[in-house]
């Protein structure tokens, strides 16, 4: 009576809204994944800073396994496996190679290789070896030097002043993180989980200022150089 049926009918393009292969919606996640392909794509070929000075003098230190020292005529190298360092002792830096080749028995080829394992280090994954950590320590406690006040005086420094405490510390406390949300530990709308939260989500720029020693924490230098600027003006 009062035209109820033909007010129930819906418009003939209104269900494409929930259509995955509509074109308005394909054209614009196509346009959201290449944005993001480019961003991702602009960081990989940013720059990265070195992790030491290329020019520093090399020590080579031969590690070889027990068994080979015992025996060597019974074996013949196959390989080599290399890791660096960076050291110090007074006077100079230096770049500390330790080279573990991998030697496999003359009579009996087809058995397992044998490689020497790696010295204990201090730090996993460290760059630094005990001289330079010992180096660090004394100015820090001794002379009271604070890591930048360091980088100053020995400019080797300032390509891995960041990881030499930094980078380990880093990694550890983005594990715990990662686990206090993972596990329940914290709630992500607590006001503790949201800042765990929130740090986990600094995880790219936090690795980039503890790989790179020029790059600093945050945009103090930046904010004082503009102060003397904003003074005066009005909001």
């Known amino acids: 009576m009062f035209g109820g049926g033909q007010s129930e ?17 394909t054209q614009a996640c196509a346009e959201k994944t290449t944005e993001a392909q480019a961003v991702k794509k602009a960081r990989k070929s ?40 960076l050291d ?6 230096f770049l500390r190679e330790q080279i ?3 030697w496999v028995k003359r009579n009996a080829p087809d058995t397992i290789p044998v ?19 010992a180096y660090i320590v004394i100015g820090k406690y001794a002379d009271h030097l604070k890591p930048t006040a360091q980088a100053t005086r020995q400019p080797c420094i300032t390509c891995c002043r960041a990881r ?7 990694d550890r406390l983005l594990v715990v993180f990662d686990h206090m949300l993972r596990s329940g530990t914290y709630k992500p709308k ?13 995880r790219e720029g936090l690795q980039v200022y503890v790989d790179q020693g020029p790059v600093e924490i945050d945009n103090s230098l930046v904010e004082n150089a503009i102060r003397p600027a904003d003074i005066g003006r009005k909001n």
């Open 88 to 93: 110090y002792e007074p006077g100079r830096f």
């Open 46 to 85: 940013q720059p990265r800073w070195p992790l030491y000075p290329e020019n520093l003098p090399v020590v080579e230190e031969i590690l070889d396994p027990e068994a080979v020292k015992a025996n060597p005529l019974h074996y013949r190298q196959i390989g080599q496996e290399v890791s660096e360092q």
């Open 190 to 202: 607590t006001i503790t989980g949201t800042a765990i939260a929130y740090a986990l989500r600094q």
């Open 164 to 170: 030499l405490v930094k980078s380990p510390i880093l």
């Open 9 to 25: 009918k819906l418009p003939s393009n209104q269900l494409e809204m929930f259509d995955d292969d509509a074109p308005g919606k």
């Open 100 to 102: 573990r080749r991998t």
């Open 115 to 133: 490689t020497a394992p790696l010295p204990p280090i201090l730090f996993e994954r460290g760059l630094q070896a005990l001289g330079l950590l």
